[in-house]
């Protein structure tokens, strides 16, 4: 199973039913600009979430924004002031997970820090090209995890949209 990381509407993830009531809960509270086609990370295997969040969980004090997420019914707001809420949707049988964007990219700098892994765009883009190339695509799923989660996340800032994960 795979796992994208999608920066765009909830229209963009969803049904349109269920876009228009997470939309009815999310934007008067995380307001964004919403504009544009959405952009989609390369997919990587759903395991690399789990394998990022382990790394994290023992390179990092505090990371709740990666490590108290499933990579299920998540979005990061750009306008989220901190910490993990659980937002209540109709017919949703979980609530929705909505994490900090400007949070979630100070953990991964930090994490990036820690395990000496690139931030910057360029350095990024080769290290997915190497991995897309890469005879083992089972390879440091952690690393391509965090290499599509920054590169999404950064997506996201610039155009002041959400970034949802879409299992």
């Given at each position: 199973m ?5 920066v ?28 544009g ?10 395991m ?23 990579a299920?019914?998540?979005v990061?707001a750009?306008?989220?002031?901190g910490?993990v ?8 049988a ?8 400007p949070?979630l ?24 090209a190497y ?8 390879a ?8 599509q989660?920054?590169?999404?996340a ?7 949209e959400p ?5």
């Open positions: 795979s796992l994208t990381f999608v765009g509407k909830a229209s963009d993830v969803f049904g349109a039913d269920l876009a228009r009531a997470i939309d009815v809960e999310l934007s008067p509270r995380f307001p964004s600009k919403r504009g086609e959405a952009y989609r990370s390369e997919p990587v295997d759903v690399g979430w789990r394998a990022l969040q382990t790394r994290v969980l023992r390179a990092l004090d505090v990371a709740p924004q990666i490590t108290s997420v499933d299920y019914q998540a990061y750009p306008s989220s002031p910490g809420e659980h937002l209540p949707i109709a017919n949703l979980d609530p929705l997970q909505v994490g900090s964007l949070a990219i100070a953990e991964l700098e930090r994490f990036a820090l820690t395990s000496m892994l690139p931030t910057d765009d360029v350095e990024l883009m080769k290290l997915s991995y897309l190339e890469h005879e083992d695509p089972n440091d799923l952690d690393v391509q995890t965090y290499v989660l920054l590169l999404s950064k997506q996201a800032v610039a155009r002041g970034l949802w994960i879409v299992l």
